[in-house]
């Protein structure tokens, strides 16, 4: 009966807006996205032996079809509703079928002033409201962009931006080569019950003046606080405000560019009770110098930061995926004597892993696969620098670059002693077709990364890993794509769990060994019918080997096809 319900609505809302058709002031468009997406699944390995209760192989996957509606009456007004119906494989008669809004949004112009209402997205520095990548993956083959691409669309990620619920208004205006814009959202990440729970808002807003194109100043604030109600559990508030600076000096052979963010951040968490709280303020600066060599094609890079130990920005230091949940193939094996938790191929291929919700404690994350800067740029009790070199976009047929990181933490985390982290990454892409003259799509890829994390006394860490990736597409005839894709991780030696309890605060750290080795091997055979629709049938290997359990080391296979429609 809800489904019914839902689908009339969606109907009607169409019946209506075709009706304004008939209204000249009146546009109206649709437009969306269709896809079938497919598996079989296959374990085996070392976790397999002798278990007689894990299922070992099955199938999985789902049809769906996104119909967004387009209304605007002039640039005042606009709206935007995305329809969704989709159906798991395997429903018995559309028995599973679920029909929902996905997002809703109202928008429009006034003069200077635009307005958006309902599903916005919101970003702005990277230690205000910003969405972290989690890993490097810049310089990754196709076959694995085109994978973690589909999760990214289900999570509705767009860059660096967070999707909330609220609204926003921003202004802008010109007064003689001085620019002065304006802007602020408000968001409730959580409803209250009336009871126990309080509303939680997100809110903040940037102000900035431009003199031409040389000098650009801005103040930022963004407080996530609660909404106090006299019996709710807890009382929380958060408050970072900064001030950001840059200077851009542009010349025939060169482009120089530097920018400055300094800032802080006041923490409160109490309960109503009054006898336990916490409460603290710490500070952040970054400092970025950028340099273009116009004839050469290269950028120059470098950064110097330091990041409190207590700063606190929870939109900004939210992780987009939640390491330690259960992924959706085979979540749970019998004769594993650890919980199977996102391997490198479930963080670029599950949905479920990602994460929507702005947290106000640091979730735990795996040293294995970012332990220097594991919550973004704003990743607090961090101090150093960084340098690197890559290709501008003038540089047609490849794109580069090389960077290293030097980072240490400002205390130590149960000890005196500090962690130091050294990282250097790097990748390359060429397009091979166009440097051999061949009307082919020929693109090879290359990119890694290494980590190392030290830390001498009594409490010693010595933790490495390393990540390559290396990929190729190649048209072999026309719209018909072979691609090939291998990734790697390898990871060993010790490092310390510093989980967060409920006031932010470090408890039960604890040691953990890591000797662990991931590979995935994927090939792909895609066709291209148009620039907005494609079919392709890829296998995946993917392997998983703990060498300090063995037991626990497993394989998985994957078929799959998908077609994806945009129109």
């Not at 290359?446 to 490495?464: F, H, I, N, P, Q």
């Not at 018909?480 to 894709?485: F, K, Q």
């Not at 309890?501 to 060994?513: A, G």
Request: aromatic share 12%.
């Amino acid at each position: 009966m809800q489904n019914k319900k839902v689908l009339s609505t969606a109907v009607l809302s169409l019946a209506l807006g075709f009706s304004a058709l008939a209204q000249p002031a009146v546009k109206f468009s649709l437009n969306g996205l269709g896809r079938s997406y497919n598996t079989y699944n296959h374990l085996s390995g070392n976790v397999t032996d002798g278990d007689t209760k894990t299922r070992k192989s099955g199938l999985g996957g789902y049809d769906l079809f996104d119909l967004q509606t387009n209304i605007s009456s002039d640039s005042a007004f606009t709206a935007m509703a995305v329809f969704r119906t989709k159906s798991d494989f395997g429903a018995f008669f559309g028995s599973s079928t679920t029909y929902k809004f996905r997002m809703f949004r109202v928008s429009g112009k006034v003069q200077d002033f635009k307005y958006e209402i309902g599903d916005i997205r919101v970003q702005m520095t990277p230690f205000t409201v910003f969405n972290s990548v989690d890993m490097y993956n810049k310089y990754e083959s196709e076959i694995f962009q085109i994978r973690r691409g589909i999760s990214e669309y289900e999570n509705l990620n767009q860059g660096n931006s967070w999707l909330l619920q609220g609204a926003h208004v921003a202004y802008g205006h010109n007064f003689n080569d001085i620019n002065v814009g304006a802007y602020g959202f408000i968001s409730r990440l959580v409803p209250t019950n009336d009871l126990s729970t309080s509303d939680r808002i997100l809110a903040g807003g940037r102000l900035g003046v431009g003199f031409g194109d040389v000098i650009k100043v801005g103040g930022n604030y963004v407080g996530m606080y609660d909404n106090p109600i006299k019996t709710a559990a807890y009382l929380y508030s958060n408050h970072v405000g900064t001030g950001d600076f840059e200077y851009m000096k542009d010349g025939d052979a060169s482009l120089l560019t530097i920018k400055l963010e300094g800032g802080a951040s006041s923490y409160k968490y109490q309960n109503n009770a009054g006898d336990t709280s916490k409460a603290y303020k710490d500070y952040f600066f970054d400092l970025n110098a950028g340099l273009v060599m116009k004839d050469a094609g290269l950028k120059f890079n470098l950064n110097v930061t330091d990041v409190g130990p207590y700063f606190n920005s929870p939109s900004a230091q939210t992780r987009r995926v939640l390491c330690n949940n259960m992924p959706s193939v085979f979540p749970s094996m019998a004769n594993a004597t650890l919980s199977r938790t996102g391997n490198l191929f479930d963080r670029m291929t599950d949905p479920t892993l990602y994460n929507s919700q702005i947290k106000g404690v640091l979730s735990t994350f795996r040293s294995e696969y970012n332990n220097a800067q594991p919550f973004g740029k704003a990743t607090p009790n961090r101090q150093g620098a960084s340098i690197g070199v890559s290709s501008d976009t003038t540089m047609k047929n490849i794109s580069f670059e090389v960077g290293v990181d030097y980072l240490m933490e400002i205390v130590g985390e149960g000890t005196t002693e500090k962690r130091n982290f050294l990282v250097a990454k790097g990748g390359v892409k060429l397009d091979l077709g166009k440097m051999a003259d061949v009307k082919r799509k020929i693109d090879f890829t290359l990119g890694g990364r290494m980590e190392k994390t030290s830390r001498d006394g009594s409490a010693s860490v010595a933790l490495m890993s390393t990540l390559v990736d290396a990929g190729l597409s190649f048209e072999v005839v026309k719209k018909v794509d072979l691609i090939i894709g291998y990734k790697t991780l390898m990871a060993t030696g010790n490092e310390y769990q510093a989980p967060r309890d409920n006031y932010n605060q470090i408890t039960n750290i604890s040691s953990v060994n890591i000797k662990s080795t991931e590979g995935i091997a994927s090939g792909a055979i895609q066709l291209r019918f148009s620039p907005s629709q494609a079919f392709s049938l890829q296998y995946n290997m993917i392997n998983y080997n703990n060498s300090l359990v063995t037991a626990n080391s497993y394989n998985i296979s994957q078929f799959l096809v998908t077609y994806t429609g945009k129109f």
